[in-house]
C-alpha cells in the first residue's frame, strides 16, 4: 500500500492479557517509530527502530512493552499482563532514512483494555 | 527538561477570518519543528518541517514560520475544512523521537 497500514484498528482486551499490535511501514522506509497518544494530548514517543535494530526504546513505560521488527519491514508492539490505564491509541510512523525526512504515520489503533 | 507548548488549546473562527496558533519550546538543542494536522480518528498527517530561526514555509492557507523560542501558524482565510488538530512536534539533536505538544483544536464555523 501506499501509506503506513496498522492492525487492528480497534482492539478490547480484557485486563493481565496480551496483545500483539501490527505495523507496515510505508516501502523501503528504513526508520519505525511507534508513539502512544490518549484523548486530547499529543503522542507520547515509545520506540524508534533503524533496520532491524531498536535504536531507542527510552520511551517504553516498562518491561510490560516490548516491540520488534525481525526483517527491518513489520513491525510488531507487544503488551504483556495489560492494565487499564494502557488504553490509548498506539500510532505507528516511519520514515525514509534517520536524517531530517518527516515521518508519516499510521491511522493507529485505539486499545481499550476492559 | 525539553518541552513544547501549543496555545491556545481551542480555537473558534469563522470562516474567512485570519488567525495563528503558537508553538512554544524549551529543548537543548533543535534538529527540527515538525507541523502536523490530525483528523478526529486519523493519524497525524504531516504538513511541514522548519529547521532554522528565519525559514518560512507555505502550503494553500497555512504558513510557518520559526524563531529561537516558538513557531507560528498561520492560516489565512479559513474554510470549514481546515478545521481539525494542529499538532507541533520537536526533533532534538542527537536523536530521532519526535517531542510532541498536546495540540490546538481549531474549528471552522461556515
Known amino acids: 500500500g501506499a501509506g503506513v497500514s496498522q492492525t487492528p484498528s480497534n482492539k478490547v482486551t480484557e485486563k493481565g492479557k496480551y496483545v500483539e499490535l501490527r505495523c507496515d511501514p510505508i516501502s523501503g522506509h528504513t526508520a519505525l517509530y511507534w508513539y502512544r497518544q490518549s484523548l486530547g494530548q499529543g503522542p507520547e514517543f515509545l520506540i524508534y527502530f533503524q533496520g532491524t535494530g531498536a535504536a531507542d526504546d527510552s520511551g517504553l513505560p516498562n518491561d510490560r512493552f516490548f516491540a520488534v521488527r525481525p526483517e527491518g519491514s513489520v513491525s510488531t508492539l507487544k503488551i504483556q499482563r495489560t492494565e487499564r490505564g494502557d488504553s490509548a491509541v498506539y500510532l505507528c510512523a516511519s520514515s525514509r532514512d534517520r536524517g531530517k525526512t518527516e515521518a508519516f504515520f499510521g491511522q493507529g489503533t485505539r486499545l481499550t483494555v476492559v | 527538561e525539553d518541552q513544547v507548548t501549543q496555545s491556545p488549546e481551542a480555537l473558534r473562527l469563522q470562516e474567512g477570518e485570519s488567525s495563528s496558533l503558537n508553538c512554544s519550546y524549551t529543548?537543548?538543542?533543535?534538529?527540527?519543528l515538525f507541523w502536523y494536522r490530525q483528523d478526529p480518528g486519523k493519524g497525524p498527517e504531516f504538513l511541514f518541517t522548519l529547521y532554522s530561526a528565519g525559514e518560512e514555509k507555505e502550503k494553500e492557507r497555512l504558513k510557518a514560520t520559526l524563531t529561537k523560542k516558538e513557531s507560528f501558524l498561520h492560516i489565512t482565510a479559513p474554510k470549514p475544512e481546515d478545521s481539525a488538530t494542529y499538532l507541533c512536534?520537536?526533533?532534538?539533536?542527537?536523536?530521532?523521537?519526535?517531542?510532541f505538544g498536546q495540540g490546538t483544536r481549531l474549528t471552522i464555523n461556515p
Open positions: 512536534a520537536v526533533c532534538l539533536q542527537g536523536a530521532q523521537k519526535l517531542v
Open positions: 529543548v537543548s538543542g533543535l534538529r527540527g
